[in-house]
């Protein structure tokens, strides 16, 4: 998985934002406007490693910042309609060859089985951080 992961990523960034301004474009497309706090605890990274993403993404008018009406001490972040776009195009441009290496590489029953084994690691990432009890069986 990791070597596939840095074969994805090695691909021709768009917008030049990098893995990690990838991936909170993606969050922030898929969970709306948040703070960057959130997005830190989110992608598990620490808020002032963000800082040089974000204002790269500002930079590129990828994402907005703005005050939290309910609370305005507080910044929200979203992602813009370019950012959308960028995004978009890093996924397409990912998944065309994603689609290629599979019709190319693998049979149609590896392809079968590697979208089985899709669901099961989305599961497994998607597993909660608490200990898992049924590991004293």
């Known amino acids: 998985m990791a070597k596939l992961n840095r074969r994805l990523r090695a691909?021709?960034?768009?917008?030049?934002v990098g893995s990690t301004g990838l991936?909170?474009?993606g969050r922030l497309w898929r969970h709306g406007p948040t703070?960057?706090?959130?997005l830190a605890h989110e992608e598990r990274l620490q808020p002032q490693s963000l800082t040089r993403t974000l204002q790269a993404l500002e930079k590129h008018a990828l994402?907005?910042?703005a005050i939290d009406p309910s609370d305005r001490r507080c910044t929200t972040i979203a992602i813009t309609k370019n950012g959308i776009a960028t995004l978009r195009r890093s996924v397409r441009?990912?998944?065309s060859w994603l689609a290629?290496?599979?019709a190319t590489t693998l049979s149609p029953t590896e392809r079968d089985l590697l979208r089985l084994s899709i669901a099961l690691m989305?599961?497994?990432a998607d597993a909660g951080d608490t200990p898992d009890s049924s590991s004293a069986v």
């Open 35 to 38: 703070t960057a706090s959130a």
């Open 122 to 124: 989305e599961r497994l």
């Open 23 to 25: 991936s909170l474009l």
């Open 93 to 95: 441009q990912r998944e």
């Open 63 to 65: 994402i907005v910042r």
């Open 11 to 16: 691909l021709e960034d768009p917008g030049g």
């Open 100 to 102: 290629n290496a599979m």
